[in-house]
């Protein structure tokens, strides 16, 4: 999905401000958020760190923009644990004394129809597309680099394919490439940077030299 979490290359938000000898946890709530995630393979019935991620991702835009990087897990965390029956959420908000938001629910068909891949399609040196597609559930092809063309600079073993994992379908292992994008294919600039992206070989395609 392309929702409020992929932000990469959006303007007017400003510097990252860094805080000098920050703390991991400015408060207690913090620690518990990150030991009940760390938690959650034995909470949880099904849990993957993809499921997660999209649990976070679906957060209403408003809310995820205006909370803490812990309040976003906690939020996300708590999500899954309500839609897999760990939790109930009366009882939830009665414990918190109010109202507790949730993450928005799944999309209905949140599967994009990507063939698996089992072999590697592609070898260093070359230029591929990332494919220009719009699924409603979890993905980790980031929006800037959709339907852009860059080039393979690493062959890297083969992983749990994200957008499958995030929503209880069968395992599904893929290599993934480090490629490398210049400044100017992804945001027209005439800057000599270049972006490094890992990608799972279904998000690609190829591409004329």
Do not use: N
């Not at 408060?27 to 518990?32: K, S």
């Not at 600079?153 to 379908?169: E, I, Q, R, S």
């Amino acid at each position: 999905m392309r929702g409020i979490h992929d932000l990469g290359g959006m303007y007017g938000f400003g510097p990252i401000v860094r805080e000098t000898d920050e703390p991991v946890f400015h408060a207690e709530w913090q620690a518990t958020s990150f030991a009940v995630l760390m938690a959650a393979g034995s909470l949880l019935p099904d849990f993957t760190a993809d499921a997660y991620r999209h649990s976070v991702e679906r957060m209403a835009p408003a809310h995820y923009l205006s909370v803490h990087y812990y309040e976003r897990m906690l939020t996300g965390i708590t999500t899954l644990l309500v839609e897999q029956g760990v939790l109930d959420q009366a009882d939830l908000e009665t414990r918190a004394g109010g109202a507790f938001p949730l993450a928005l629910p799944v999309a209905a068909a949140p599967l994009a129809d990507l063939p698996p891949q089992s072999d590697a399609r592609f070898r260093v040196g070359q230029r591929v597309r990332v494919r220009d597609y719009h699924p409603q559930g979890h993905t980790r092809a980031p929006g800037f680099c959709r339907g852009k063309t860059g080039t393979i600079l690493h062959v890297a073993p083969k992983f749990a394919f994200p957008d499958t994992a995030a929503h209880g379908g069968a395992r599904r292992d893929e290599h993934t490439y480090h490629v490398e994008f210049t400044a100017r294919e992804l945001w027209g600039t005439d800057s000599i940077d270049t972006v490094v992206v890992d990608l799972w070989d279904s998000y690609l395609e190829g591409s004329a030299p």
